[in-house]
């Protein structure tokens, strides 16, 4: 199998822990934030002290709903240098509260003020290769360019920078190469493999870490999902921003506490918990991309019904993450998981595949059966526009994340009812038609907030 264009994203690149409410307007730019201050920290001194003034523009979707998914206060971490999986999300949210809020950045000796007044918000068309750009430039006393980075933030928490290789780029090759379903069902015939069996060689090959590693991380990403549920079915009040928008998820809770009896508690339950986790990102606590965190409450609401309702065993709730990793992996290289691109089907489309994938295979499904069942979870998402109102992950946002986990337990129903075989349309397939979806679909539903549910609230 040819490793020219081979898949090379690990498990924990796509699933990772940071604070909300948006792996693309909040995870990403800190994280390009902070590898600004690294590069500032490398400058010669005599090059550092000529900087004055730091200046951050924005364009694109990051520009469009940046203010609601907390970008600039995001960025003013990573300048200060905070990372993700490490931050305060308190801390974080107490950043940028007033006009006047100034932060100095420090490096090499040199102090450089940084506040409101330092980020741009460009409006209008941009031909950047990504529509979440952000230019960072440190400016002498004149006005004049010092160092500047251009970003991408490309989706899940994923970033690029102009003249760089991507992040996460690995000269190690997987054990066993793939970037297609099609290539990966080739390996597992001829080696006689196991979905899980594979994704363990390759995570191995490209991380260098031991099984028992990467069993013991995977395990610390389902306990950060599940700590966010039982965060969210506690807590209580407002959430932040002008919406005003009341948590839902402690009361959906207690309901489903009192109908347990029900045939259809189980699915009350699934909702308060992707709810709960959903909210939780929307307050800016920490979650979990699977793969972003605008769609962060799919999974762990999944996760937590197959642990505490189900009582899966620790290794099929391992092995059903490693098939999820598998469809995310082949959604990122061939379509994309932005918002900025792919609209919603990129986020709630991608973990609702997962998600079905996962149950499939945690539940003895062959590696036809999980394909099927991703291939229903992304063809019943196509075209699902991004239009959050205010710019804000709430609304439709958090109770998306629970219809997402809803058409995923349905197609892994369908998949272990019928006969694989009897699907018209391959996994390989539905991706070329998501990706021609995204490219066509017009950005005013891209994460913008111009269109669609993003104007209701000034219509009502």
Sequence with gaps: MSSKNAITTSLFDLFKVGPGPSSSHTIGPMKAAYLFLQQLIQLPTEQAQRGKLLQINLYGSLSA?????????????????????TCDPKQLSGLMKKKEDTYEIQFQGTNVPVSESSIVYHKGKTSFPHPNTMILRLLDEAGQTVIEGEFYSVGGGFIQQKGYEPEGTTHRLPAYPYSTMEELQAHLRAGNLTLSQLMIENEKSLTCLSEKEIVRKIDQILDFMHKAVKRGVRAKGILPGSIRLQRKAPLLYE???QHASTTDS????????????SEENAAGSIVVTAPTSGASGVFPGLTYLMKYHFHYSPQKMRDGMLAAGAIGFLVKHNASISGAEMGCMGEIGTASAMGAAMLTYAAGGSIEHVEAAAEIGIEHHLGMTCDPIGGYVQIPCIERNAMGAAKAYNAYLLAMTIDPGMQKISFDSVIKVMRATGRDMSKKYKETSEAGLALSVTEC
């Design 65 to 85: 709903t940046g203010k609601g998914h907390g970008t600039d206060r995001a960025i003013v971490g990573g300048l200060l240098g905070w990372q993700p999986h």
């Design 255 to 257: 309901r489903a506490k």
């Design 266 to 277: 189980f699915l009350i339950f699934l909702n308060s918990y992707c709810l709960a986790a």
